[in-house]
């Protein structure tokens, strides 16, 4: 199992920047494909971005492409999402989610086994 702990939100006007973090504890951190998701309120929960185990394969959603980067640092047990030029869409809670092993990066929250809290980001216009 892991356990998974975002950080880093918070208030930032349009144009801004963000950088989240999601510290996994448990075994194995670096064998999870990872992802980051987010959810407006009142909406389903989207996927932002992902990462394979090795960081080999990563998939941004169409619509952070060129703003957002999904890191990890697997000797930190820690993934990043750092967040460019962010709009006013771009609000919500994010959160993060792990899979074991899998060898591509799935867009889907029911392809994720273990989620985080979450963590909120607004953006102001």
């Known amino acids: 199992q892991v356990q998974l702990v975002e950080s880093g939100g918070g208030l930032v006007q349009a144009g801004g920047s963000l950088r989240l973090s999601c510290a996994a504890s448990g075994r194995s951190f670096s064998t999870y494909a990872m992802g980051w998701f987010r959810q407006a309120l009142g909406k389903e929960r989207d996927f932002v971005a992902g990462m394979t185990w090795n960081g080999g394969t990563t998939v941004y959603a169409d619509s952070v492409k060129g703003r957002f980067t999904i890191s990890r640092e697997n000797a930190k047990n820690t993934v990043y999402l750092q967040m460019n030029s962010l709009e006013p869409e771009d609000a919500g809670v994010y959160y993060c989610?792990?899979?074991?092993?899998?060898?591509?990066?799935?867009?889907?929250?029911?392809?994720?086994?273990?989620w985080g809290q979450g963590t909120q980001v607004t953006v102001s216009s």
């Open positions: 989610a792990a899979v074991y092993g899998r060898i591509r990066v799935g867009a889907s929250p029911r392809e994720y086994d273990y």
